[in-house]
């Protein structure tokens, strides 16, 4: 999540109806040396959702990804996915 998201969710209060899906696609920097294979300048695809109890939420934003994946032709042979808690 992002600290806009959060400050946008927070400002609103209880106006907005849960659960709240949200996506965008930013370009973004990151704030290192450019390496092989890793520039500076990409673009990256969030998604969040905010309202439920669970894993239900992850395992829908999984399900989203994974599906693009596959509509785009990529296979796991192509792309991994890595999950992480923090």
């Not at 659960?19 to 370009?27: N, T, V």
């Not at 300048?41 to 992850?58: C, F, K, L, P, R």
Request: charged content about 25%; hydrophobic content about 40%; some cysteine.
């Amino acid at each position: 999540m992002t600290p806009s998201l959060a400050r946008m969710v927070l400002s609103k209060k209880r106006g907005l109806p849960l659960p709240l899906k949200w996506f965008s696609f930013p370009q973004c920097w990151r704030y290192e040396r450019m390496t092989r294979g890793r520039r500076r300048e990409h673009y990256q695809w969030n998604m969040d959702v905010w309202g439920v109890e669970g894993i239900s939420a992850e395992a829908e934003l999984l399900s989203a990804i994974t599906s693009f994946f596959k509509n785009v032709g990529l296979t796991g042979e192509d792309v991994g996915i890595k999950v992480n808690s923090r």
